[in-house]
């Protein structure tokens, strides 16, 4: 790959001697299996914890009313960062669940630091269906600071 298409600040920050750097984050296990856990600019930091956002995302899945789920970072005064997650429930529901529902799923089922303090019925997509984590990430920041 010779870089981005009239990008050269796009190329200079993922093009080091000749390798093309995707900005994705694994494991390798013992057994040589790579596994990829996030992207680096998917990583919420708060108060020194690294949140996948894939992580808080798988665990946003399981419940049966909650169709698709995309966590990113909200400035936090405090804290740096906190995690806000934008959600799409399933049509035909009896009964949505309410906000506290869902914080409290979250609090049994993820750590603490990970559970997300906002949450956005909203999930802004490219012509393809893909989530828009940048626009989402623009939401979360146009919330303000949490103080």
Same mark, same amino acid.
């Given at each position: =790959?010779? #870089? %981005?298409?009239? !990008?050269?600040?796009? @190329? $200079? ?8 750097? @995707? ?7 013992? +057994?040589? %299996? ?8 998917? /990583?919420?930091?708060?108060?020194? *914890?690294?949140?996948?956002?894939? *992580?808080?995302?798988?665990?946003? %899945? @399981? &419940?049966?009313?909650?169709? *698709?789920?995309? /966590?990113?970072?909200? &400035? ?6 906190? &995690?806000?997650?934008?959600? !799409?429930?399933? +049509? #035909? ?5 309410? *906000?506290?529902?869902?914080i409290d799923f979250c609090r049994n089922n993820m750590p603490?630091?990970?559970? &997300?303090? /906002? ?7 490219? $012509?393809? #269906?893909?989530?828009?984590?940048? /626009? ?6 146009? =919330?303000?600071?949490?103080?």
């Amino acid at each position: =790959m010779l #870089g %981005y298409l009239k !990008d050269p600040l796009g @190329t $200079s920050k993922c093009m080091k001697d000749g390798w093309f750097y @995707t900005g994705d984050m694994g494991i390798m296990h013992q +057994d040589g %299996y790579l596994e990829i856990k996030d992207r680096s600019k998917d /990583v919420i930091i708060s108060v020194g *914890e690294n949140i996948s956002s894939v *992580e808080a995302e798988s665990v946003l %899945y @399981t &419940p049966p009313a909650f169709h *698709e789920a995309a /966590v990113v970072g909200r &400035p936090d005064e405090f804290w740096g960062e906190t &995690p806000c997650a934008f959600m !799409d429930l399933k +049509d #035909g529901l009896n009964q949505k669940p309410c *906000e506290k529902d869902i914080i409290d799923f979250c609090r049994n089922n993820m750590p603490h630091f990970m559970v &997300p303090k /906002v949450f956005k019925d909203e999930l802004p997509r490219t $012509s393809t #269906g893909k989530i828009q984590k940048v /626009v989402l990430k623009e939401i979360a920041k146009g =919330m303000g600071p949490k103080k």
